[in-house]
């Protein structure tokens, strides 16, 4: 039966349809996205390769050997006029269509929370975030007495949601490593999704819309870390808070 | 400029007077042009200290965030508003179009005169901003809240943009009237050059979609000195209203850019490899208007990661995939203009096979920028700088570069090729690759955009180096377009007076304001007959012997 449903799935997949049926499979959007952007760029890759080399032939091979010589190509007629637009159109939007649905099915991994996320609630001012976990725990990721922006950790195994706000102007909360990002802006709330799956002590928080003076110092890195150790941070900052 | 022959007739008035009085579409296209040179020296200053600033961690250029930000504003607003828009729809416009359509001026000369002194005051306010105390600091984009709680002075911004779109709507007016009922007898839509298409596209949307951006920075304008709250979320108004009517004209405004980029482009290449453009009929009405078409419904890709609505965010990522048609059968067009030709090269084709490059990988680069789920990481990276300085910034501004190799001999009688045009050629093209490229590839790993420090970066690798690296390397190549765009001005200025001198028509070419005036052109463009074509005549009719 496994091995029957895993079949349809990759059936599914390779439909390029979204899997829809199988929403509850927590699915991971950064290494999703990484997917993607090596399709794209081979995509790319190919079409840039092939019209460089004609470019480059075209512009070797019909160099001028007199100031007088002209052009010899013929003028097209109406039916080559005719399939000379619409048979490349017909590739291009066959290639659009097909990155379309690609970057449909990566979209639906980043805009579906997972029912078990645990909720962080942000608020961004001019310059810094503030965050409230789900058991009420508040603490701004402002520079502590040592001058180091505060770290701010994640649980590892647990997908993260956050909900975002800002008091003044509009920022945007950027997690590269988690190759997401999405504004902050007053009277309205977004939110992003992360999954971390292993632990890391790289990933960055950045602001990544511009919000004046310090935009550029509007960062704090984030961390994932073990259950049992993110429990203990947390307790520490509600005893320190 | 100021040759014999430009001043015949008019002998009694001094020269400066008469520039200042004139109405002659071509000294307008040499005050644009040298208006938007001016502005292309400043904002390119700009650019060099925001580059030299960034090569490093820390403080070491400017004295703080707050000048480093009016910097990049600077650098942003002028070389859109005015150096790229002023001298394609400008410059080029203005001394060009007239004589490639067998106009003696345009409708309205004065207007026109009045729509170049407006320019030449937007930039003067726009200079103002260095010595205010409050110097602007909110990006071209101005968005709000940012651009209205900041105690920077906003009100330069709006003003600038008021008088710059005021500037392009009376010029669009003007020139849509100029094409309209002025081509010469007998020039049908389909004899018209490739430049003339893409300059009445450009004008076109500069008409439809400059009332939207001010209005936009006039709701700016009210919210900020007169206590109104469009843009306010706390009193009822839209904080993101700004954005979506600043990118419903900005967006657009590429293509004012890029179209007549694209025009001048063909007209080189055309010329220099003495062929027909390749299907023609295409490129016009599928290539041109189609993206003129399709200009109007892609604007949410701007603002991907603003918070919009899932279906609208996929409905532009579709909207905006499907540029790629009409771009990639105006490329395609480009591509067969060169099969079969006979290709002569100079500083001006030069300039024009290295468009073909630039927009190759500024057009390719911008596909995963249209797909949304890819655009939430890489908006606000110097991905997306590197993307659009290729495509627009850089295809247009060599293009335009080209162009004005291609027509110096029209507009001096003389050359500007030579050793110091090839050299500055190869200095701008290597230095634009080594520039840009480093940022690709930060960019992809996080870098922001509009940081002046990166410290929260110091720890990562990529390929076994820092970002500090990648942007030494940026900043490397800045320098060396600037010393190439240095020695090319001082050819340009050199080339006007002393350069050596050209025949009427040096590259054979068969389109009006070659075959049809002297170099330069006399008051009235064509002498005492008027230019009449038959049927069969095309600019690009090369193969009929």
């Known amino acids: 039966m496994r091995k029957r449903l895993s079949a349809m799935a990759g059936l599914a997949g390779g439909l390029g349809l979204s899997s829809q049926a199988f929403a509850q499979e927590i699915r991971n959007p950064a290494a999703e996205w990484e997917h993607l952007w090596h399709e794209v760029i081979t995509d790319i890759t190919i079409i840039g390769v092939i019209m460089a080399i004609a470019a480059v032939i075209m512009l070797v091979k019909y160099r001028a050997t007199s100031p ?26 066959a290639d659009d269509f097909y990155l379309a649905a690609n970057g449909w099915t990566v979209w639906n991994a980043y805009r579906r929370v997972p029912e078990n996320a645990m909720e962080v609630k942000v608020t961004a001012y001019q310059w810094y975030f503030e965050f409230e976990f789900p058991d009420g725990t508040v603490t701004d990721g402002s520079e502590g007495d040592d ?64 919000c004046g003076t310090n935009h550029s110092q509007m960062s704090n890195p984030i961390h994932a870390v073990p259950r049992a150790e993110f429990d203990a941070w947390l307790a520490k900052i509600a005893a320190e808070g | 400029m100021s040759t014999p022959t430009t001043t015949a007739g008019h002998a009694a008035t001094p020269a400066w007077k008469e520039w200042i009085l004139t109405t002659d579409h071509k000294r307008i296209g040499i005050l644009y042009l040298v208006g938007s040179m001016a502005a292309f020296g400043v904002a390119g200053l700009m650019a060099l200290i925001i580059r030299a600033e960034q090569m490093q961690l820390g403080m070491q250029i400017v004295s703080s965030g707050d000048q480093y930000n009016s910097f990049l504003y600077f650098h942003g607003a002028a070389m859109i508003l005015a150096f790229l828009i002023p001298g394609l729809t400008g410059f080029a416009a203005n001394y060009f179009l007239p004589l490639m359509i067998g106009a003696r001026d345009v409708a309205f000369p004065r207007i026109n005169a009045f729509s170049v002194w407006l320019f030449y005051f937007a930039i003067i306010l726009a200079l103002l901003s260095f010595v205010v105390p409050d110097a602007p600091d909110i990006m071209w984009t101005g968005y709000p809240p940012y651009s209205i709680t900041t105690s920077a002075n906003t009100s330069m911004y709006v003003f600038t943009v008021h008088m710059l779109g005021f500037s392009s709507i009376l010029g669009a007016v003007n020139f849509l009237v100029t094409v309209i009922y002025m081509r010469a007898p007998g020039m049908g839509w389909n004899q018209l050059n490739m430049f003339v298409w893409t300059t009445i596209a450009a004008f076109v949307l500069q008409l439809v979609f400059i009332p939207v951006l001010a209005a936009a920075v006039t709701l700016l304008l009210f919210d900020k000195y007169l206590g109104t709250h469009f843009y306010d979320p706390s009193a009822g108004g839209d904080v993101l209203l700004y954005q979506n009517l600043f990118w419903f004209y900005s967006h657009p405004a590429v293509y004012v850019i890029f179209l007549p980029a694209v025009g001048i482009l063909f007209d080189i290449i055309a010329t220099m490899s003495k062929n027909r453009v390749f299907n023609y009929k295409a490129a016009v009405y599928v290539g041109i208007w189609g993206t003129v078409a399709i200009s109007g419904i892609v604007w949410i890709h701007h603002l991907y990661i603003s918070g919009m609505p899932d279906w609208i965010r996929l409905g532009h990522m579709v909207t905006t995939l499907l540029i790629s ?81 291609y027509w110096f001999p029209k507009m001096t009688g003389r050359y500007a090729d030579g050793g110091l045009a090839t050299l500055s050629f ?28 990166y410290a929260m970066f110091k720890d990562v690798k990529v390929m076994g180096y820092s970002f500090e690296d990648f942007h030494m390397i940026a900043t490397i190549g800045a320098f060396t377009i600037a010393l190439g765009m240095l020695l090319q001005t001082i050819n340009f200025i050199y080339s006007a007076f002393a350069g050596k001198p050209a025949p009427t028509n040096p590259w054979n070419s068969k389109s009006l304001e070659w075959t049809h005036t002297v170099s330069p052109p006399g008051p009235g463009n064509f002498g005492d007959t008027d230019v009449v074509v038959d049927e069969n005549w095309s600019p690009y009719e090369y193969n009929k012997g």
């Open chain 1, 147 to 210: 001058g180091k922006a505060q770290v701010l950790n994640v649980p590892v195994g647990q997908p993260v949601v956050f909900r975002m706000t800002s008091e003044d102007v509009i920022h945007s909360f950027g997690l590269p490593y988690y190759r997401v990002k999405e504004d902050v802006m007053p009277g309205r709330i977004t939110y992003i999704w992360i999954n971390p799956v292993k632990e890391q002590s790289e990933g960055i928080l950045q602001c990544a819309e511009f």
């Open chain 2, 325 to 405: 048609v009409p771009v990639g059968i105006l490329t395609l067009s480009m591509w067969g203009t060169l099969y079969k030709g006979a290709i002569t090269y100079n500083t001006a084709m030069m300039y024009a096979a290295s468009c073909l490059y630039l927009i190759l990988l500024g057009g390719l680069t911008g596909i995963p920028l249209a797909i949304p789920s890819m655009t939430l990481h890489l908006s606000e990276t110097s991905y997306v700088h590197a993307h659009f300085h290729f495509i627009m910034a850089l295809f247009s501004a060599f293009a335009l570069f080209g162009g004005i190799y």
């Open chain 1, 68 to 93: 007088d010589q002209v052009g010899t190509a013929k003028k097209l007629t109406t039916v080559q006029s005719i399939s000379f637009a619409l048979i490349p159109a017909s590739i291009f939007m």
């Open chain 2, 426 to 453: 190869w200095l701008n093209f290597i230095g634009v690759n080594v520039t840009f490229w480093p940022l690709f590839i930060i960019g992809k790993e996080g870098m922001p955009r509009r940081y002046w420090d």
